[in-house]
């Protein structure tokens, strides 16, 4: 027979050792198995027992539940003979050669600390102990967060030797994913932050390296009020020398701005957390990313939710959090997290919906699946968090929130993949984007979002004024924009996104009507999309409806709370137009602290100051636009600007003048 197996990390999984599920029903029984387990030969007191599972019982009563339960139990252990309870004076205990405690071996391996067990107990480590395991047992609880914390610390410096160690023999694959790790047991340990720097440009990852350095700089502000060490710094400088050919880095390592101490919508409210990667691959991190964005996009398509914007919810991403402090950070009332496990065709999801106010758990489950049914799975979790928050759908909505989008894996793959470089907003990386959007259309022509964003990284080579692109390349890209999106909307009308691209196709030809009926058929297909509510901000502005755009930017940096700076450009152009020029001037300044290379915050400063006659910071600003765009000219730079009323033009270009920049 096999001896008693158990595992108390990630969970309570009990096996083996004679034990039948009739003798596991209770949740009880269960926890007394588990602290019997920890406590080893010691065992305990039969008055403690008592106290720590039943102290909401008399204590006769407590006794009486304690006897019971250690009977039945004692009965099924002994059923192959390999395992007993061992009564010992006043003492109970677990005894036998035959059973097996992962946290016992986890302690034996570190203790052991040599690299081979190192890299055991970090597989034997899969996460908090107990962790979803609970009972209504004060006691019980403070003893779990006792010991929860004491493994927690074992594991950060089992984790950082094992760190050295891979450092020393090069295996930077490994060292990342241990440091990814150690992060998430101690967000704080700056050092880690470096280690995953270094593996991940020695893999020239330097994106994702540099990307460490923004999430490190956030979390030591937050969390402590202070910058990163000089270490730190220098390293994050040497990756950043060493990245080539680079058309916008600010988005790498730039703190984002944040939406102050958003309150509690009267409807339902949702923040989707990044599911975490548990497939062991750092090179999967697409695939869980892929399903949060799914959920996050299909959920932002009912008007009676506010939805958080997945750019706000993923700098949670690698992070151990609290949902009551998501809730409050995002200001929502509810927060959805969970985990994913990609192993060859199987799969398995997690998911667990809380209530952000009390950190109660409203529901949890585990999906077993064969790969193919991810899209129904996915559908399957959105379904059960509208059910839950007793969500009213419309017609429109509800077909909408099924519609489906491919049923090719691969293609869904590609989609993914060839979105995160787009994301980036790195010229280098868009023909690989490129190529990976075609064959997502090679594999599923009718793949509505592969059209979308193939669209868009053409629309990426129009928005770009390097070298490399030549005009007439520019304005190819922006008509193979619009044909892609015209595509998508073929095999699905109602594609949000396909609108959106559209808006602004049309508003760089100059056609303002359409550009407005294309964004506004956006945000009414997906109400809490806020990047196409900040896009739609945008054009309201160059259309001349400053008050309207504040409104709508507003409204974006609501659903995003942490939003991109751009989100601060179009609020101070927006109070520009509005004749709130004070405001458009503390707007601009905040954007430039955060963002010191801002151009467009720059050039925005320089024609106001020059348009009120402030003539030394109008100066001030010109000289910070020359220093970023040496060949700066007015002429240029306002033909782009694509306002209906060709007097703006004209009075931002005389604004620039007054400021001593170059025709």
Partial sequence: MTGLQIALFDGLKITGGGITDRALMTRKTRALI????????????RE?????????????????NLRQSLSSLRKALNSDGAVSLVADSDQISLAGPGIEVDVALFEQLVAEATPEALIRAAELYKGDLLDGFSLKEDPFEAWVRAERERLRHLASDMLTKLIAHCD??????????TAARLLTLDPLRESAYRIMMRAYAAQGRQTLALKQFGTCRDILKRELG???????????????????????????????HTFKNPPLPDGPSVAVLPFENRSGDLDQEYFSDGITEDI????????SMLVIAGNSTFIYKGKAVDAKQVGRDQGVRYVLEGGVRKAGNQLRITAQLIDATNGQHLWAERYDRDLEGIFALQDEITQRIVTELDVHLSAGEQARLWSSGTNNLEAWECVRKGSDLLNTVQADLIPEATRLLERAIDLDPEYAAAWVWLGWSHFHVSENYESRFSEEERKQALKSTRNCAHQALKYDPENAEAYAALAL?????????AAMVNINKSVQLEPNHATNIGISAAILNKCGRP??????????????????????SILGQAYRLAGMIDVAIETYNELISIESGSLEGHIALAEIFGETNQPDQAAVSAKEVLKLIPDFTIKKYVNGLAYRDPAENLRFADGLRKAGLPD
């Fill in 226 to 256: 202070v910058e990163p060490e000089p270490e730190t710094i220098t390293l994050y400088r040497e990756i950043r020398q060493q990245r080539v050919a680079v058309a916008d880095d600010k988005l790498d390592s730039l703190p984002e």
């Fill in 547 to 568: 008050e309207i755009a504040i409104e709508r930017i507003r409204k974006a940096m609501r659903l995003s709370p942490v939003y991109p700076s751009w989100h601060l």
């Fill in 48 to 64: 403690k027992l008592a106290e720590l599972l039943w102290s909401n019982s008399a204590e006769e009563q407590a006794r009486a």
């Fill in 168 to 177: 020393e023999v090069g295996d930077t694959e490994r060292c990342a994913e």
């Fill in 296 to 303: 996050i996009t299909a959920l932002s398509k009912i008007s």
């Fill in 34 to 45: 588990a602290y019997l387990a920890l406590r080893g030969d010691s065992g305990q007191s």
């Fill in 505 to 513: 196709c049309h508003l760089s030809s100059l056609e303002h009507e």
